[in-house]
């Protein structure tokens, strides 16, 4: 039996995006299960799939066991799969990796929270506060070291878990058409032509209603915003 994931709506669900993105990036086999966020058939899905689950993504193991959460998924790959390349070689990238990973899962909560993930549309004239500009820069810092570091197109090189997890803020960057550098911009543009990630927005586009929810006020243009020129 392989590997099963449950995921909410993938236009909005940046969770559910770094919850499938090592299986996407590493060909990993996974069966997917979907559910609508914000549904009344939500927490049935939910529980259906394995009692007491409150949020996606979530995976059964092939042995049975349950992961409730985008890190410890993360984590669980990268020991199941030692060779491939999930995490860089490199002891020193590696905790780096290991950094930015965490630090994303429990941090940027002004950039979160003022720009929810929404990969259907861009939006003109966002205004970021300074809390979300001080998220940015800190982003935008921790990238451009790594991305130096390695020369990119990814913050180590090649795709790794690091990537997964800043996937969907890249995703924002380009959504809301926030402000940081060109090496930061560049990077964003790397996320925007990896093939899993278009794959996910693609099939995005038609699997589910339009979310209220994350509507912004905002005009709405195409997604992704251009970064300007320089
Ligand atoms: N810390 C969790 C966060 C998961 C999460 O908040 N998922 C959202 C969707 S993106 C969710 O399921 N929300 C439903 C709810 O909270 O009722 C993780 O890393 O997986």
């Not at 099963?4 to 919850?19: E, H, K, P, Q, V």
Request: charged share 15%; with cysteine; aromatic share 10%.
């Amino acid at each position: 039996m392989p590997y099963a994931l449950m995921i909410g709506d993938r236009s909005y669900s940046s969770w559910s995006l770094r919850g499938w993105l090592p299986f996407g990036a590493f060909g990993i086999p996974v069966t997917l299960h979907s559910t609508i966020l914000y549904h009344d058939g939500f927490a049935r899905a939910l529980e259906a799939f394995a009692p007491g689950l409150r949020s996606v993504p979530a995976l059964k193991t092939p042995q049975g066991g349950v992961l409730s959460d985008s890190i410890a998924i993360a984590w669980h790959l990268a020991e199941t799969f030692p060779d491939h390349g999930l995490l860089p070689r490199d002891p020193t990238d590696r905790t780096m990796a290991q950094s930015l990973i965490a630090e994303m899962h429990s941090g940027f909560g002004a950039l979160r929270a003022a720009c929810p993930m929404n990969l259907r549309t861009g939006w003109a004239g966002f205004k970021p506060s300074d809390a979300v500009l001080a998220d940015l820069a800190r982003i935008d810092g921790l990238w451009s070291r790594a991305l130096s570091r390695s020369g990119g197109p990814f913050l180590f090189g090649t795709y790794t878990l690091a990537d997964v997890f800043y996937a969907p803020v890249a995703m924002r960057i380009a959504g809301y058409g926030l402000p940081v550098s060109s090496a930061a911009h560049a990077y964003v543009a790397a996320h925007l032509a990896h093939p899993p990630l278009r794959q996910w927005r693609a099939i995005g586009l038609t699997d589910g209603p339009e979310q209220t929810a994350y509507e912004m006020g905002l005009p709405r243009v195409p997604f992704p915003i251009a970064p300007p020129e320089r």
